[in-house]
Nanobody, 127 residues
Framework: QVHLVESGGGLVQVGGSLRLSCAIS????????MAWFRQAPGKEREPVAA????????YYADSVKGRFTISRDNAKNTMSLQMNSLKPEDTSVYYC????????????????????WGQGTQVTVSS
């Protein structure tokens, strides 16, 4: 059984920073491609960033490129999302997700590829 737990959300002012973390327990973390998605009220869940099993491939949504950085630490079974220069439109519930079935060097933004999800953490950016 794979279990994902996010942490690090909160309230921050425009231009501020937050660091989200995702801890994964269960079968070997290094087998899973990982990603962050977000969902605002009334909107569909959308990909934010993804990292491959190998860690050398990443994906970023255009809206966060240059501001967010995804990373993984296979030794600690954790994944992080460093979010800088936050904007009000970044306000959402952020979810971490794990995919077992994608290639080792694929950073997938497709929600259909992800098998396991965390419970979500709220990020609110105030203006």
């Amino acid at each position: 059984q794979v279990h994902l737990v996010e942490s690090g959300g909160g309230l921050v002012q425009v231009g501020g920073s937050l660091r989200l973390s995702c801890a994964i327990s269960g079968p070997t973390f290094s087998w899973y491609a990982m990603a962050w998605f977000r969902q605002a009220p009334g909107k569909e869940r959308e990909p934010v960033a993804a990292v491959s099993v190998s860690g050398d491939r990443t994906y970023y949504a255009d809206s966060v490129k240059g501001r967010f950085t995804i990373s993984r630490d296979n030794a600690k079974n954790t994944m992080s999302l460093q979010m800088n220069s936050l904007k009000p439109e970044d306000t959402s519930v952020y979810y971490c997700a794990a995919a077992r079935r994608v290639g080792a060097r694929v950073a997938s933004p497709s929600i259909r590829d992800y098998d396991y999800w965390g419970q979500g953490t709220q990020v609110t950016v105030s203006s």
